[in-house]
């Protein structure tokens, strides 16, 4: 069965627009990343499962985003977009290895949905309240995963 993309829409389009403005920074180019993902899932519908469509359409609008930045290189329109760019396309493989295996290590730690709150709350900034809603769980529950990963982090980090 197909993904019905205007329910997504409706439902994750503002998390998607949220991911969109922060990588951008731009209010314009981050509606039409956004649009640009949809348009992505519309095409893909019938390939999709409906398994974690939070974290699908974070990925994919991660991926559209930074294309877009890599794609402004060449000539960007404000020194933010620089360095984001810079950070995301970062050239030194050993500290993107070291934080992709701590990631890693955390993450296999933990459940697949506590990556989720960790991204919805520390990174998208969402509030408690909306992450707790968006993964389905109570505010304390969500408390509970990122105090979890709080822990789990400072041990691996003593490690």
């Known amino acids: 069965m197909a993904i019905d993309v205007e329910a997504y829409y409706r439902r994750y389009g503002p998390q998607v627009l949220r991911r969109c403005r922060f990588l951008l920074r731009d209010e314009e180019k981050a509606v039409d990343a956004m649009h640009d993902v949809f348009v992505q899932l519309l095409r893909h519908r019938e390939d999709l499962t409906h398994s974690a469509p939070s974290s699908l359409l974070h990925q994919i609008a991660t991926r559209e985003c930074l294309n877009r930045l890599r794609g402004a290189r060449r000539r960007p329109e404000d020194p933010q977009d620089e360095l984001v760019l810079r950070i995301a396309s970062s050239e030194d ?67």
């Open 93 to 159: 493989a050993g500290a993107r290895t070291e934080a992709r295996g701590l990631l890693d290590r955390l993450f296999g730690r933990v459940p697949t949905s506590s990556r989720d709150i960790a991204v919805l709350h520390l990174v998208d900034g969402m509030t408690l309240e909306e992450t707790a809603r968006e993964v389905g769980l109570s505010v304390s529950g969500v408390r509970k995963r990122l105090r979890t990963l709080s822990t789990v982090l400072k041990e691996l980090e003593a490690a």
